[in-house]
């Protein structure tokens, strides 16, 4: 677990609160979660009409995930969970005027929104307003279970728990993982979450090394038992404190009001620009709950309440889902040891997605000095390519932020090394397991995982006759599937290009690693040619629907003259300006 720096100044307002006594400090927490009612229901209606419309392609994006993170700056599934909570609402006005009076959460709401009818919704009001959020989200998971069984659907909800792997491993082997994660992206052809890659390495290796008996008993962690005693710690009868208490919403804002009006004549750009400003409006307020929330939890207030765990407390008492809680955690913790980081995020020049992907490395203490260098390196560039270079710097231990010319962002680092020559920042540090890997998995492919890498770990130590690290059983793993999923080393003609791209669309912010076409820069109907130079990936959407639509402009020369312009438009510049690098222009 990341140190907390307790120490680290507090602002003014924080000192304040102190003065007047922590249970203050608590009860300023909740009111700050749960307060900002009307901002969130205005969000959720311009990201229902956004989705209703696809206002997504006529900005230039090809899938609304690729939209909500690189120009709304959420993550996608929370777009869509926003867009399905509005389109509910219009079929359930008690539960909408009940939530805009701050009767019931946002995570309550979410959930209700899955079960509740016109016919029932009052019966399901009462419902949430005697039982937790932990108890509610039981209740309705055993309900949704029953109506989509009759229908073969997967009774799996989207809340299911999911379980943390904590991996450690020399610096050689974090550089491997990368590499071999990025291959990985190649096969499945689309951006393969940590835990959706560990899965398709267990397969893999699991094709060719059958599993040990004894393994698949071991394979069941700490923390997954860990997660299973806290669940059912806050299951148990909640005392008074616990229960989430109604708040009174803030008062009216008219910049709030005036984001709901007129969704139904605005078009893509203005819905954009309300979306996007309804995000920065909501990063103000989770910049203070973020402060506010690691204070308490340093205090232990959590614990004085009766809560044995964060989550917990995040569930029951904030009626926050408990990611969000850690994630707002993590952030807080790294904006105390990097306060640009703080600035960024609460004025809106750091999204969420940003800020939360360089919580890692700024809590990485040998960054210390480049810290402030890579706020403002994120600020720069997509979301698509703070992420490789985040990564590449935690695998290779070069923590000074990448130079924004094309082709910097991946230097000389093959994604194919071969194991004895492979170079890392290993180099100035011992070949010991201290780098930290965590993610979170399906608890079955969790473990599963782990019973396939102790497999792996007892047959290498049987070949040696000595113990072996789990970072060696790890990388036996990658090098297998390496194996199996490097590519030819005679390219064919027609793949160039393809190869000399990175096997994935050139569009600024696009995930598309599949349906891949050569464009030609300069129209072969204008007299271009088919030299490289004049040759760039696209996915076919980009392609057929973005550039011959006139949704987006490609000029320049590949591969590191390029300039993107997505959302075109005749009366007003293009929404978005890149240039190669995924570097942003305007």
């Keep these: 677990m990341d140190a907390i720096p307790i120490a680290a100044p507090q602002p003014a307002v924080l000192r304040a609160v102190y003065v007047r006594g922590p249970l203050e400090l608590e009860a300023q927490l909740v009111a700050q979660v749960r307060a900002p009612v009307a901002l969130r229901r205005a969000l959720a209606r311009v990201a229902g009409r956004m989705m209703a419309v696809h206002g997504w392609e006529r900005l230039g994006s090809a899938r609304p995930s690729d939209y909500a993170v690189e120009q709304a700056g959420i993550s996608g599934r929370e777009l869509r969970d926003l867009a399905a909570v509005d389109q509910a609402l219009a079929e359930l006005p008690v539960l909408d005027a009940a939530f805009r009076a701050g009767e019931i959460s946002w995570t309550q709401l979410r959930l209700l929104c899955r079960v509740a009818t016109g016919e029932d919704q009052e019966e399901w009001l009462a419902l949430a307003a005697r039982l937790t959020a932990r108890e509610l989200a039981r209740e309705v998971r055993a309900v949704d279970r029953r109506a989509r069984e009759p229908l073969g659907m997967n ?42 890659f560990a899965e398709l390495l267990t397969a893999e290796v699991l094709s060719g090394v059958p599993l040990d008996a004894t393994a698949e008993a071991e394979g069941t962690p700490a923390c997954v038992a860990a997660c299973s005693e806290i669940s059912d710690a806050g299951g148990s009868a909640p005392i008074p404190q616990r229960r989430s208490p109604s708040v ?95 600035e960024a995020f609460a004025n809106g020049r750091l999204s969420w ?58 230097g000389e680092f093959d994604l ?95 995930t598309s690693y599949r349906y891949l076409h050569r464009h030609h820069i300069v129209f072969r109907s204008h007299s271009g040619s088919s030299r490289r130079s004049n040759l760039t990936t696209l996915c076919w959407w980009h392609h057929r629907r973005g550039i011959h639509q006139h949704v987006l402009r490609c000029t320049g020369t590949a591969p590191d003259g390029l300039r993107f312009e997505l959302g075109l438009r005749s009366d007003d510049p293009p929404l978005a300006i890149y240039r190669s690098g995924e570097v942003r222009v305007a």
């Design 416 to 510: 194919h090394p071969d194991p004895a020559g492979l170079q890392t920042g290993a180099q100035t540090r011992l070949e010991k397991e201290r780098e930290r890997l965590v993610f979170n998995a399906h608890p079955e492919v969790a473990q599963l995982f782990r019973a396939v890498l102790a497999t792996v770990q007892r047959r290498i130590e049987q070949i040696r006759g000595h113990p072996c690290k789990q970072s060696d059983a790890l990388e036996a793993m990658l090098d297998h599937a390496l194996a199996t999923w490097r590519p030819k080393k005679r390219v064919q003609r027609d793949y160039v290009v393809f190869e000399r791209d990175g096997w994935r669309c050139t569009v600024p912010g696009c």
């Design 155 to 196: 009774p799996a909800s989207d809340d299911e728990k999911r379980v943390g792997v904590v991996l450690r491993l020399t610096p050689r082997a974090r550089a491997r993982y990368w590499s071999a994660r990025q291959v990985a992206n190649r096969v499945a052809g689309h951006v393969l979450s940590h835990g959706a």
């Design 248 to 342: 009174s919403p803030l008062p009216p804002d008219p910049e709030v009001a005036a984001l709901e009006q007129g969704l139904d004549e605005a078009d893509a750009f203005e819905l954009d620009r309300r979306l996007r400003r309804a995000v920065q409006l909501e990063a103000r307020n989770h910049a203070r709950v973020a402060s506010l929330l690691l204070d308490v939890i340093i205090w232990g207030l959590h614990r004085d309440l009766g809560f044995c765990s964060v989550d917990a407390y995040a569930e029951e008492r904030l009626a926050m889902a408990p990611s969000r809680a850690r994630a707002l955690l993590r952030i807080e913790r790294a904006a105390r040891v990097c306060p640009p980081l703080r």
């Design 353 to 410: 997605v940003q800020a939360y992907l360089l919580v890692p490395l700024l809590l990485e203490p040998a960054a210390g000095r480049y810290r402030e260098g890579w706020v403002e390196h994120a600020q720069l560039i997509t979301v698509r390519r703070l992420g490789d270079d985040v990564e590449r710097a935690l695998a290779l231990g070069e923590f000074a932020p990448p130079p924004l010319e094309p082709g910097a962002e991946h």
